[in-house]
């Protein structure tokens, strides 16, 4: 539900979400690049097009961008939309339409969002302490964040590197999208819309990146075609996996989970799978869907009741998925998933579970136990070349990697007194 407030004050309106500040003390009135204050402040930015000028209120910085009413509105639409649907896009905050300075000129409006904190735009990794293999990890960020943006039918219609911020994530790069004015959102892109969008970018990054050699930031050798090249061919990679449909023999639940695992390791949650028959067999269709933080979690205690972490829910929920496969193969018709979800945890969990010694059992948590002997299952498979099922992955995991390891249950670190030494475990890479 859209909770935004509309305020009318004076030579101005404002609609905002609720949970920020209400800006009425800022100088409406005047043109954004005029304002002056404590409140301005500046930050690590890319290039615009428009006045940007960025507002403290008490440690939460907000960025002011000046532009027609227009834009301004659609910006504001598009923004709310794409974060909605979990894409990483700056969270537009309001919008200031209406406005007139003191002889009752129209002025143009003004897009608040929130500063992304802890993040960087492109021309400041060049410089300075930058992460490790930049490069690579850019390029990965910029080509899952241009899929995820296609894959919802978004045009971006101007995608470059200083529209694009970028935040350090466990080691990696996270790619933000700033500016959407070009933006268009629809049910389905065409490949012809993708292409074009691609060229687009293409022409745009590799026109930054020259700016960068020319400006002395990358070394003389730096090759800015090479890297749109590599961009493009990052970006066809992901996009085939997520994509194309792929055929596999009757119970071959390892190409299940290749598949899942390929697009988890690739940043893409799978919100569902379909399996149909065809006349050369099974054909397996997997529908990536990026979901937000927490959500593996909740859905699987709403399905089974069970308290997981994030990344343990995950991996059941993905074995609750295949065994409601399995279920509808065998029976012929769609299962409904709580009923699957209760046929998994009676049929299929607990009673692996319950198979272990007594001796064993309290040594890990039950959720990271049996996501423990869904790995080892699966890599004592992968190096049999085929499914070695139940019995035999439970009983070489049981001696050879439950009943060697410590007991977690009974075996806690010594605490932490000392808070220089907590300050460098929280800092250390």
Known sequence: MDQSLAVVAGSFELLARPGHPDFLDLPWSEPLRTWSGPRLVDVAR??????????????LVYAM??????LAEREYGLLRELLDRNIPVVEAVGVVTGRRDEHGEELDSILITRHLAFSLPYRHLF???????????FLDAMALLLVRLHAEGFFWGDCSLSNTLFRRDAGALTAYLVDAETGKLQPRMSNGQREHDLMLAGDNVGGELLDLVAAGRVGQDFDPAAVVDDLRLRYDRLWDEVHHVELVEPG??????????????LGFDVGEFSVSTTGDGRQLKVVPRVVENG???RRLHQLTGLDTDENQARRLLNDIDEHRANLEEEQGRKVPEALSAYAWLSDVYEPILERIPPELRGRLAPPELYHQFLEHRWFVSEHAGHDVGTESALSDYVENVLRLGTDEAAVL????????????????D
């Open 127 to 137: 410089v300075g302490r930058t992460v490790k293999d930049l490069q690579s990890r």
């Open 46 to 59: 890319g290039v615009s097009r428009h006045v940007v000028r960025f507002i403290d209120y008490d440690g």
């Open 252 to 265: 071959n639940r390892m190409a299940i989970n290749r598949r899942i695992r390929r697009l988890n390791e």
């Open 65 to 70: 961008k000046e532009l027609p009413v227009n």
């Open 413 to 428: 670190p010594p605490p932490l007194e000392d808070q220089d030494e907590i300050d460098g475990l929280l800092t250390s």
């Open 295 to 297: 959500h593996h979690q």
